[in-house]
């Protein structure tokens, strides 16, 4: 059983660059990160598998948003880069038992309380 604590959200200028950490993210876990917008559903953000071999991303973040773990300090990160305006949400970090990097809220057990990002224009 894991606990997930997000921090390193904030307010950024379009264009710029935030890190998210979660911790503990718990070191035989796939951790996910998923986001919620006001007015919006929650959706799949990224996602890495417990040996990082496997990871996964929505089309929306592929090529500026990149998640990581590192296990020795049982801790998992979502860099950030080119934010946009259209990426503010508040940010939750999930674990999950499953083997690979899924995409589905529903596969992942732990949850974090989020934190916010806003990015203005």
């Known amino acids: 059983q894991v606990q997930p604590v997000e921090s390193g959200g904030g307010l950024v200028q379009a264009g710029g660059s935030l890190r998210l950490s979660c911790a503990p993210s718990?070191?035989?876990?796939?951790m996910g990160w998923f986001r919620q917008a006001p007015g919006k559903e929650r959706e799949f953000v990224a996602a890495?598998?417990?040996?990082?071999?496997?990871?996964n991303y929505a089309g929306s973040v592929k090529g500026r948003f990149t998640i990581s773990r590192d296990n020795a300090k049982n801790t998992v990160y979502l860099q950030m880069n080119n934010l946009k305006p259209e990426d503010t949400a508040v940010y939750y970090c999930?674990?999950?038992?499953?083997?690979?990097?899924?995409?589905?809220?529903?596969?992942?057990?732990?949850w974090g309380q989020g934190t916010q990002v806003t990015v203005s224009s």
């Open positions: 718990g070191r035989t876990f796939t």
């Open positions: 999930a674990a999950s038992t499953a083997p690979i990097a899924v995409v589905t809220s529903t596969a992942y057990t732990y």
């Open positions: 890495i598998s417990w040996s990082s071999s496997g990871t």
